[in-house]
Each structure stands twice: as structure tokens, then as C-alpha cells.
């Protein structure tokens, strides 16, 4: 892990709480069995999130951590790599993209709840489904596109198998 990895992660933690992803995948050769002695809920050939593994935003098995979790280098790491953005930009992309996270878990508590060890995107589909045509409706629909196209333009990269 780079230094700026280093700094950077632990301020964010959203590509193992459930912000960024609902399953993480098994690589060929990886053992369930030995995975889920460490903790993790592996289930037919994947594991959920948010993980059990991670504790505040550290992952608590960062030596043992599974292959994707490795090789996971998210759009904001990536420019900081390559000298495109600094890391001060990269910490205020995060904590943007926090600040929306806290929106959208609001409006969630607000319609009643939901699941915390599912997925945000999970529980923002399950509570949209079942609420009627309303303000708060439309408020959750909007916070949940903002999250997830600012998600999709600069943290998520093209998933490994
Ligand atoms: S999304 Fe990026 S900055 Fe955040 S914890 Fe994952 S790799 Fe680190
Ligand atoms: S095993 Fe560690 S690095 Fe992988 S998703 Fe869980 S907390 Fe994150």
C-alpha cells in the first residue's frame, strides 16, 4: 500500500462498509474454509458487505485480506498515483462523498429504517420499494443517484471477475 493509501483509507473505509459495493468475490485458490475462520461470511464463492472484517475503518485482517480486497485501487488512489490530483483533493472527495452518505442514512432513518448489515445500495432499493409517492420519496430517489453517480465518476473502477 502506497503511503497515500495509507492516509487515505483509513480516513474512508466506503469499499468495505457497504457504500461502494454489496458482495466482494473469491479468486480462484482462495480458501472459504480459511477466509471464514477469520471471520468473514463467505457464501457460495462471495462475501458481503459491509465486512465483517472491517472494525471503525481498518480492516482487521489487513495481512490475511483477501486477493480483491489486494488488488482493490479505487479512481481517487489511482490519480493520486499518476500526480492528476493531490492528496488534499482526494481527502475532500472523500469526505464529500461521506457528507452525501450521511444525507442518504438520514432520509433512510427518516422512512423508518433499514437493515444496517445490508448494503446502502440494497437498503435504499428495499426502503424505495415500499415507500408511497411522497417528499421524502423523492428526496431519498435524489440523494441515492447523487451518492451513486459521484461513486461511479470518481471512486469505482471496473470489477475484477
Ligand atoms: S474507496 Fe479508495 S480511498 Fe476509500 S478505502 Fe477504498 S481504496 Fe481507500
Ligand atoms: S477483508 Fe478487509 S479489506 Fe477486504 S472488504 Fe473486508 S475490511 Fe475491507
Not at 469526505?95 to 446502502?120: D, F, I, T, Y
Amino acid at each position: 500500500m502506497s503511503t497515500a493509501a495509507a492516509r487515505l483509507c483509513v480516513e474512508c473505509g466506503m469499499c468495505c462498509n457497504g457504500v461502494m459495493f454489496s458482495i466482494v468475490k473469491l479468486q480462484p485458490g482462495e480458501s472459504a474454509k480459511a477466509l471464514g475462520a477469520l471471520g468473514l461470511k463467505v457464501k457460495r464463492g462471495t462475501f458481503a458487505q459491509p465486512c465483517t472484517a472491517l472494525e471503525g475503518l481498518r480492516c482487521s485482517i489487513y495481512a490475511q485480506r483477501p486477493t480483491r480486497c489486494r488488488l482493490f485501487e479505487c479512481q481517487q488512489l489511482k490519480r493520486v498515483a499518476e500526480g492528476t490530483i493531490t492528496e488534499a483533493t482526494a481527502l475532500a472527495a472523500i469526505r464529500e462523498a461521506h457528507r452525501r452518505v450521511a444525507e442518504l442514512e438520514a432520509l433512510l432513518e427518516k422512512a423508518g429504517g433499514s437493515n444496517p448489515r445490508k448494503s446502502l445500495f440494497h437498503r435504499c432499493i428495499t426502503v424505495l420499494a415500499e415507500l408511497p409517492t411522497s417528499e421524502l420519496r423523492e428526496d431519498l430517489a435524489k440523494a441515492m443517484e447523487s451518492l451513486e453517480a459521484m461513486l461511479d465518476a470518481d471512486f469505482r473502477v471496473a470489477q475484477l471477475a
